[in-house]
């Protein structure tokens, strides 16, 4: 589908072009958030902008479902009887969308299900693995004879999916940047805790390079409670402050968003003191 369409509607070429600007530009600030530095107010400036840009992503993909709906709203049907014969043709292809779900995802999930019974009960696990590829070919070859165009619940299932993305990224991106308000007006806390365990989050997959890895440090505060603080792979030389303070340290850490700011000796005084 072109951007902008002859026959969008002003409104329409506007959602477009809006929507166009904020998905590149949430995923330029996302980029940015995920290789920026990641340490200090700097850090908590960073994961605020990398929560604008779930935001602004979630809001692009929202903007472009008015583009989307427009050739069925356009091609909807203007009698009743139109209107009858779309809703069953509607039922039809949902009815097959969901007899698609569960013969082909449901019977691969329970013969994987059924896989990891298989050394506790194998006669019934054989046999349920059995049922499921038997199913799954013969419904492969029921629907190789009977095909199916999904032509009315195709466009109402991608506007699902964009309102679904949508709404799930903006949620999370408006979160986030809250918590890096609410850590920028209230400041860093300060605790004393003790080193308790440490990872490393390497990103896997086709995508990989596309993150940052992150060096999550985990601590106990003396009143029992579990402090987190996350560095990225760039920031690393800060951990350091930590390894050298040893296992009792004077912590300084954004709580909301988990962003480190200094580590010192358990032992060594306030700078406010």
Known sequence: MAV????FSLAEKAFAVVGAVALFGGFGALMYGEFAPSVGIQGLVDRGIGGIGFLAMGIGVLCFVPP???DPWRARPRTAEGRRALA???ARQAGVVV???VCYAGTTIFALGALTALGRAPLAAGAAIALCVAVFALYRRHRQKHRCTYGVVKPF????FMLA????AGAFGALRASDAVADAIEGPREQRCLLSDFEEQRPSGRYASARSADLVVEFVAEDGETVRVSVKEQDRDALRQIADAGDAVRLAYYPRTEVFVSARPAHAPSPQA
């Open 4 to 7: 902008l369409r002859a026959d």
């Open 68 to 70: 989307v709906l427009h």
């Open 88 to 90: 069953r043709e509607t």
């Open 99 to 101: 007899l698609n779900l």
């Open 157 to 160: 299932g991608i506007v699902a």
């Open 165 to 168: 993305f949508g709404a799930a």
